[in-house]
């Protein structure tokens, strides 16, 4: 069907097939790098100890009751790294790993306490160390709406640090839930969140952040 000229002008014809303002993002909550398949034992247990895995779960089950969209992203490579640059000393590391996050592999799933659902979105990196650059997550969210980010997952060391300074940089808001991220050691996550990602996020813990939701 032809589109009229006057009502496109007019920005009239503009649609989503879909769409939201705030949507909750992981990051690489993967059975591989937190869960029971984890190659860095360190990362797990600050996990398991902040139960940062469970906090983050919530926050998908309050998103998806408020209709916002949950974005899982997530680290996998090919089994010989093709298309994947190493080029940094943790990509190094990860090279020496046997099968380390290995698209298709049981390592790569999101791990089971976030609950992921079909109608969840997965956006995939095979290089880098934070989300946006190379993928397709941008154009995902302002194809949705999105202008607000909900952040969850690991670590605030590195992936969380730049999943929030790249989103910041590309014009979204965020809110990063406290018990939901992890870091190590724990001091210094603690010290990233306050003086670094504090500068360009609210931060808020799980259950401040369901208060505050609206009901729709």
């Known amino acids: 069907m032809a589109i ?31 869960g029971d398949l984890a190659t860095f034992p360190a990362l797990r247990d600050a996990i398991c100890d902040t139960h940062a895995a469970q906090h983050a779960g919530e926050l998908c089950r309050l998103g998806r009751d408020r209709g916002w969209p949950i ?30 996050l290995v698209r298709g592999s049981a390592a790569s799933e999101v791990v089971p306490e976030v609950g992921q659902l079909p109608s969840d979105f997965v956006v995939p990196r095979m290089t880098g160390v934070s989300p946006f650059i190379g993928t397709g997550l941008d154009q995902l969210l302002r194809s949705l709406g999105v202008t607000v980010l909900v952040v969850t997952g690991v670590s605030v060391n590195l992936g969380v640090l730049g999943l929030c300074i790249e989103a910041a940089n590309l014009g979204y808001q965020l809110v990063v839930g406290v018990d939901a991220v992890a870091g190590t050691p724990r001091d210094y996550a603690d010290a ?25």
């Open 4 to 34: 009229s000229l006057p009502e496109l002008l007019l920005g009239n014809c503009y649609e989503r097939g879909r769409s939201a303002t705030v949507a909750v993002v992981t990051m690489e909550l993967q059975r591989g790098v937190v």
């Open 71 to 100: 974005v899982h992203c997530v680290a996998e490579f090919e089994p010989d790294w093709a298309g994947s640059v190493i080029n940094t000393p943790l990509h190094r590391a990860m090279r020496r790993i046997p099968d380390h």
């Open 192 to 216: 990233v969140l306050q003086q670094s990602i504090g500068l360009i996020a609210t931060l808020a813990t799980t259950e401040e952040i369901t208060k505050a939701a609206p009901l729709v």
